[in-house]
């Protein structure tokens, strides 16, 4: 399926999606209430048939005060590809998990709590994934700032 | 060794010129360490492919100087090249390798990141700014990577560290770390010809050698 054509099929099932502009590959912004329904509805739908969840990771848009979360979808059957673009607060960044409809989600999701500070509700194993357990903070986030990092002079 | 390095010093010294001795023992030992440096397989990330990969293959051939039995394990390895970003997750699992190795332990520290945290060194969260924050550091090799040469050059280094810095009097002490950095205006005609000469004092047989050793060749061949 085309990009126009899979823009269409999907805005059919979740009329709410809009099209991300500046986008390299179709895009839909999709409200987070409505993200876990379409993700079942792209896995199992016999023409979209989204299988595999290529990977999952942030954006932090600091001035808009806002966190934008992707997720780049593949169909190995049909060969095409989506991705799904949810944004939340930046001060109470909470979304659904998608670990029961792609299983990877799972650490990908872990490793988007890891370094920007997502929470995922019905996680089942919200922990860190890269840095120590102890570890204060979210590195990724714009405003991070620790005693270890050193700027650079001018 | 440790029966050697441990007790010897003590039964030679004593004795009338037991300190020639134990001198002469000092130079055989080191000489045996220098050449048979026992690499451990630890690399974090590209330097490794240089020094790990391109040294050991066929080309560059790391096995010219006694140190390509790369070990698995820190028990049986004597020299931990740090190829690679140091973070902060992995410097607790690099002091412990660096504890588990035997004495003498010898360590290089190969390309930017492992000197001072290279790229990484401003604005990250968990570069460690050279290796040398964590375990001490005997021979430093820069570059980004290091070519084989200049990794051969810091194994160089060190070779002649060990040759001439330690004693079995003193077992620990060691001569200071050395930039092991390619001097001013040195090209790669002259580290051929320093390896040359290097490769040549060992057992390579040269043709005026043979023929002035015994009475196995014609003395025509000193023609050549």
């Known amino acids: 399926m085309d990009a126009p054509n899979l823009i269409a099929a999907v805005q059919a099932l979740q009329p709410d999606a809009t099209v991300r502009a500046q986008s390299d590959r179709p895009t839909l912004i999709v409200p987070a209430h409505a993200l876990v329904a379409l993700a079942t509805q792209l896995r199992d739908d016999p023409d979209l048939r989204f299988d595999l969840l290529e990977t999952h990771t942030a954006i932090d848009w600091l001035e808009e005060d806002r966190f934008e979360l992707l997720y780049l979808l593949t169909s190995v059957p049909h060969g095409h590809h989506l991705t799904l673009s949810v944004s939340i607060d930046r001060d109470a960044p909470l979304v659904p998990t998608v670990c029961q409809v792609w299983p990877i989600a799972e650490w990908l999701e872990r490793e988007a709590y890891d370094l920007f500070g997502i929470l995922y509700d019905d996680h089942p194993d919200l922990r860190r994934l890269f840095l120590e357990d102890d570890w204060v903070g979210f590195p990724l986030r714009k405003d991070y700032e620790d005693d270890f990092m050193l700027e650079r002079p001018e | ?224």
């Open chain 2, 1 to 224: 060794m440790g029966v050697i390095t441990d007790k010897l010093p003590g039964v030679l010294e004593p004795l009338p010129g037991g300190s020639v001795l134990v001198t002469a023992v000092d130079q055989l030992i080191n000489w045996s360490r220098s050449n048979s440096l026992w690499p451990l397989t630890f690399g974090t990330s590209c330097c490794a492919i240089e020094v790990m990969m391109a040294t050991g293959a066929a080309r560059h051939d790391l096995a010219r100087f006694g140190a390509e039995v790369a070990r698995p394990s820190p028990r049986q390895a004597d020299l931990l090249v740090i190829a690679g970003t140091i973070v902060k997750r992995m410097a607790p699992r690099l002091r412990t390798l660096y504890e588990q190795m035997a004495e003498p332990r010898y360590v290089m520290a190969t390309g930017s990141c492992a000197i001072c945290g290279g790229p990484f060194m401003y604005h990250s969260y968990t570069t460690i700014r050279g290796a040398d924050e964590i375990i001490p550091v005997d021979v430093y090799v820069p570059g980004c990577p290091p070519r084989p040469e200049a990794f051969f050059y810091g194994l160089l280094t060190l070779q002649k560290m060990i040759k001439e810095g330690e004693s079995i009097r003193h077992p620990g002490e060691r001569r200071r770390p050395v930039l092991a950095a390619l001097p001013e205006g040195m090209t790669l005609d002259d580290i051929r010809k320093e390896m040359q000469d290097l490769l040549s004092h060992d057992a390579n047989v040269t043709m005026a050698d043979a023929v002035a050793d015994g009475a196995h060749y014609s003395a025509e061949l000193k023609d050549f």
